[in-house]
């Protein structure tokens, strides 16, 4: 699981850039017919969505509020790692009962949700 993965092969680094983070999946999936068929990817290193490389969790975030693409790519660093593959909106209309459904009290930190909610990019 770990071979080639950043958090070993990076763990003594110092970031590239500025706001350059690792984003990792800190847990397994939570149930649902999403991802139902996929491995989980916890605890892999996010490389990129639809494309775009993954620099840090704000730009994540941001990845995710502006996409307008039918389907949501998700590509992990690391040998092995699975691709997922995400219909974007049944995955944004589906995330209030998954929050609901395993007790998560909010979809993210205070900063992170001023993020969210912003008005794209374009």
């Known amino acids: 699981m770990f071979h080639a993965s950043p958090l070993v092969a990076r763990r003594v680094d110092k970031p590239a850039f500025p706001s350059e983070e690792l984003v990792v999946v800190s847990s ?22 639809n494309g775009v490389k993954i620099e840090n969790l704000r730009q994540l975030v ?19 790692a699975e691709t997922l593959i995400f219909p974007r909106k049944e995955m ?16 993210a930190s205070p900063e992170l949700l001023l993020v969210w909610q912003a008005k794209p990019a374009r």
């Open 92 to 107: 944004v209309a589906a995330t209030d009962e998954i929050l609901t459904d395993n007790g998560v009290r909010s979809q």
């Open 62 to 80: 941001e990845v995710l509020r502006d996409a307008q693409t039918e389907f949501l790519t998700f590509e992990f660093d690391g040998l092995g």
């Open 28 to 49: 397994p999936f939570f149930p649902h017919k999403l991802s139902k068929g996929y491995d989980s990817p916890y605890p892999r290193v996010v490389e990129s969505v």
